[in-house]
């Protein structure tokens, strides 16, 4: 692999990948070239701007670079193992309690939202991966005799409440406020109070 140490002319990180790839001089994309790429991306813009390797190997492959896609899925599941959202996927839904569940689809909702602007296909389906899993842990501690009634019957209602965002997770916020209003959810859970409602905006960083 030739020497690519220069001044690099871009000033976006996406723009930088075409840059380093063109100097690189080499026609496909592989883990030898991806890697460089990211070494420079990261000495200019900084750790945090790494995209992983997927989603830069598919903007160079717009601009025309061959891939070699056995090498660059490698490489992405490695790097997939030390994402942050990895750690965030797996502590999401820690609690069946319905207020717990509001804000963890709240919080994986603004994720989801940003996964769908970039596109990124994968990461959404992991999004949607880990939501079935915690709506079926939550059905599972609903039929666990050994638990006692009000468990069974608050994770029964957040497992309903993961449903219903799987299912039309564009209408979930609406249907969440009129859920907890209904005469239904205040006989079985009592009132919730306003303040809860507006807990739980923080995005995944």
């Known amino acids: 692999m030739p020497d690519i140490s220069k001044m690099w002319q ?10 380093v790839w063109e100097a690189l001089d080499c026609e496909s994309i592989g883990s030898r070239e ?8 990261e000495d200019r ?12 190997a598919r903007r160079l492959a717009d601009e ?23 750690h965030f996927l797996t502590t999401i839904f820690t609690s069946q309690t319905i ?7 709240r919080r994986i909702d603004l994720l989801r939202r940003r996964l769908e602007a970039e596109n990124d296909r994968l990461d959404l389906a992991a999004v949607r991966k880990t939501a079935i899993e915690a709506k079926e842990r939550c059905r599972s501690v609903a039929t666990d005799t050994k638990a006692n009634r009000a468990r069974r019957a608050e994770a029964a209602e957040a497992a309903e409440w993961l449903r219903i965002w799987l299912e039309s997770s564009e209408i ?4 969440a406020a009129l859920r907890i209003e209904s005469k ?22």
């Open 10 to 19: 871009s000033n976006s990180k996406d723009d930088l990948a075409i840059e």
């Open 34 to 41: 991806l890697q460089a790429i990211e070494k420079e991306i």
């Open 45 to 56: 813009f900084g750790v945090g701007a790494v995209d992983l390797p997927m989603r830069i």
């Open 64 to 86: 025309g670079a061959i891939l070699r896609h056995n090498e660059i899925l490698a490489l992405d599941v490695e790097r997939r193992k030390a994402t942050p959202l990895e």
């Open 99 to 105: 207020r717990d569940t509001h804000i963890s689809i």
């Open 172 to 175: 979930f916020e609406h249907w």
């Open 184 to 205: 239904d959810f205040i006989d079985r859970f009592g009132p919730t109070k306003s303040k809860d409602s507006n807990t739980g905006h923080a995005d995944h960083a």
